[in-house]
């Protein structure tokens, strides 16, 4: 008979419900510490959330080497804690305190003053600028940003041929249209580029050292050139708004408004991307009809969402959770990916099966309080995108398989290194419309104003 389970966890295996603890379980599973980085979990996650339900709805993983985490694998249980602020706090302070400062998961995690990891009213503060901000945009404005920045890039490289879908598209659609957004002429836009994409991409700590100083760079110009004069643009609606954001919190809500976006984004249109052209109910019908890049985008937050493990929660107190007891201040963090697919995937090609994954809710948004507070431009951002690149390059396939695209690694994300596809070119000079003929002015001029001075967002 297994005894009570207690808070330090003696009487237990560690993460086995106390429903299911007297269940036979593989030896090497009961003291098995997974690791969520690397290639062999880049290279198949769904394998690895497979082995750590086997522990139940929540499973011991590390997350960088010595940086351990309970992962949460179970819908339900997700949708609990991430609906119990009481319990569940977002602020990473404590236990940050416990975390080497180099370690490669404080970027992420660490403590700031934004919308990300603070708790009550102080997030709601914070909140609100995001999300009241973002509504002073149209759809309609935020549609036609994206097409002219998509038919920007679309044309350095339709003569070509050939083209790395994310490095020279989904990498730099929300970067460019960012930098429209919080006010920049686009002629800043490589330098933001530089910057975020360099932070996506490096390699060794010396790139993600000079990344994240041009990054710095970046938004000490822009924070400096709306001082002297406002625009229609976020910045200056998050520097009027009523909750009256001290330099530092405004420097801080731009930075996790760009980073976030900016990872979530391309990994959404990649991955988006990577399924309608390994598809032929996508592929047969990209200029006839049928699925749709919604469909795809649909596909991509149930099966494979952008953002796989994120969310990370700190118990104010220790909670026996779901079967496991977690010790107050302990990382806990939610698999979006596991959860979503708790009851089967459905993988590139495939047609949704009954009780599968195909369809219905998810949580690559999150959900509760945290739930992310722009899902809407960022689907009409990414649905944009692709219908812009499908539209011009109808014929565009994959040149290598699906099942040998190489995924970026860490705990985090899920993303491509590159997605390499063909077409037919299109140069400028040949009859009929081009990319050419309709996208943005060149990147180096700054567009019309779109629209005057808005009303100052104000607090609800």
């Known amino acids: 008979m297994t005894s009570t389970p207690g808070p330090d966890g003696t009487s237990r295996q560690p993460g086995i419900s106390s429903t299911t603890a007297s269940l036979p379980v593989a030896a090497p599973l009961a003291h098995e ?44 249980a997700a949708l609990e804690l991430l609906h119990d602020p009481d319990t569940w706090s977002k602020d990473s302070r404590a236990w940050q305190a416990t975390v080497p400062p180099d370690s490669p998961v404080l970027p992420m995690m660490g403590w700031r003053p934004n919308a990300l990891v603070n708790d009550g009213d102080t997030h709601r503060r914070y909140r609100q600028v995001i999300t009241e901000s973002f509504s002073l945009f149209t ?19 339709t003569s070509r041929g050939q083209v790395d879908l994310i490095a020279e598209y989904a990498a730099q659609v929300p970067v460019l249209v960012f930098n429209r957004l919080f006010g920049m002429p686009d002629s800043y836009s490589a330098q933001l580029v530089t910057a975020l994409c360099g932070m996506l991409d490096a390699n060794t700590p010396e790139e993600a050292v000079t990344a ?52 979530a984004t391309t990994n959404l249109i990649g991955n988006a991307l990577a399924r309608m052209l390994s598809d032929n109910r996508y592929y047969s019908t990209l200029s006839s009809g049928g699925l749709t890049p919604r469909d795809a985008l649909h596909d991509v937050l149930q099966n494979d969402p952008p953002m796989s493990n994120l969310s990370p929660h700190f118990p104010t107190r220790d909670v026996f959770f779901h079967g496991t007891w977690i010790r107050a201040g302990q990382l806990v963090l939610i698999s979006y990916a596991a959860a979503n697919t708790q009851h089967g995937r459905t993988a590139p090609g495939e047609a949704a099966s009954a009780g599968g994954s195909g369809g219905g ?51 985090f994300h899920r993303g491509l290194v590159e997605l390499p596809a063909r077409f037919t070119p299109i140069t400028p000079d040949q009859a009929g419309a081009t990319p050419w003929a309709s996208s943005s002015p060149s990147s180096s001029t700054q567009p019309d104003a779109m629209s005057t001075a808005r009303p100052t967002a104000s607090a609800s």
């Open 361 to 411: 809710a998810h949580l690559a948004w999150s959900a509760g309080p945290h739930a992310c507070p722009v899902q809407n431009p960022a689907l009409l951002i990414a649905t944009t995108a692709i219908e812009r690149l499908t539209a011009w390059l109808s014929d565009i396939e994959l040149t290598v398989p699906h099942d040998e695209l190489v995924w970026r690694h860490g705990p």
């Open 33 to 76: 510490v997974i690791p969520l980085y690397g290639a062999e979990f880049a290279a198949d996650p769904y394998s690895v959330y497979d082995r750590l339900r086997e522990y139940g709805p929540l499973a011991p993983v590390e997350i960088a080497p010595g940086i351990g985490a309970m992962l949460v694998t179970d819908y339900r």
């Open 212 to 263: 994240n100083e041009a990054f710095s760079a970046y938004i000490g110009e822009l924070i400096g050139t709306k001082q002297v004069q406002r625009g229609a643009d976020l910045t200056s609606w998050y520097m009027d708004h009523p909750a009256g954001l001290t330099p530092e919190e405004l420097a801080s809500e731009i930075v996790v408004t760009m980073a976030a976006g900016h990872n």
């Open 139 to 157: 759809p309609h404005e935020l549609r036609e940003h994206t097409r002219q920045v998509s038919e920007t890039l679309i044309a350095r490289f």
